[in-house]
């Protein structure tokens, strides 16, 4: 999701992946979180409260590191990286994730569709 302050309560959306993953950095949920989480949900946002933000920031921090590291070598664009079928492309980027150490269930989450 690409997206910034515009103006004092605008905030400009731009591009088509409408996810967003929130959570309490002590852990667990709060009421503040799961209203925030509906709204966005009534808003047409997938929006997801994690128990373990930190969890599911590394995760972040992994999926973009693979495919913006492969994107940079390949010169392809996230899209193109997943549905490629470039020699070794999809395994480098499977390669990625399970170096990031993720659970593995996780990891085969991001694979490349084959």
Do not use: N
Not at 23 to 45: D, F, N, Q, T
Not at 92 to 108: D, I, T, Y
């Amino acid at each position: 999701m690409l997206a910034w302050v515009e103006a004092p309560g605008v905030v400009r959306q731009a591009g088509a992946i409408l996810r967003v993953t929130m959570g309490e950095r002590r852990g667990g949920s709060s009421p503040r979180l799961e209203a925030l989480a509906r709204v966005l949900r009534e808003a047409g946002v997938e929006a997801a409260v994690s128990g373990d933000v930190e969890a599911a920031a590394r995760e972040k921090l992994a999926f973009i590191a693979a495919f913006g590291g492969v994107g940079a070598v390949t010169c392809a664009p996230v899209g193109v990286v997943r549905k490629g079928r470039e020699a070794g492309v999809p395994v480098l980027v499977h390669a990625f994730l399970l170096a990031a150490l993720l659970p593995q269930e996780e990891a085969a989450r991001w694979a490349p569709a084959r």
